[in-house]
Nanobody, 122 residues
């Protein structure tokens, strides 16, 4: 059974930085993307960043230039210049669907972590 465990969330002031990590184990299928999604209270879950198996990255427009996804071994999301709108529960997820590289459709992702909370105050 796939296990994804996020860590690194916290509370910061606007302009601050956080680095999220996602420890993955028991992925037995050929994954195509690993991604980060977030969900704020009352909002739908939205894609933030994804990393395809070939190294291609994709970012939500509002985080481009501020967030960086990487996977030297563990999946990370470096978040700089954080804004209050970045507040939410952040989830890592894994997709076996090739289309995940160009789309943030949550339905493409089949395994999810439980999330780590990020709170940015103004």
């Amino acid at each position: 059974q796939v296990q994804l465990v996020e860590s690194g969330g916290g509370s910061v002031q606007a302009g601050g930085s956080l680095r999220l990590s996602c420890a993955a184990s028991a992925i037995s299928y050929d994954w195509q993307c690993m991604g980060w999604f977030r969900q704020a209270p009352g909002n739908e879950r939205e894609g933030v960043a994804s990393l395809a198996f070939d190294g291609t990255t994709n970012y939500k427009d509002s985080v481009k230039g501020r967030f960086t996804i990487s996977k030297p071994n563990t999946l990370h999301l470096q978040m700089n210049n954080l804004k209050p709108d970045d507040t939410g529960m952040y989830y890592c997820a894994v997709s076996p669907v090739p289309a995940c590289a160009s789309s943030f459709r949550a339905g493409h992702y089949i395994d999810w972590g439980r999330g780590t909370q990020v709170t940015v105050s103004s």
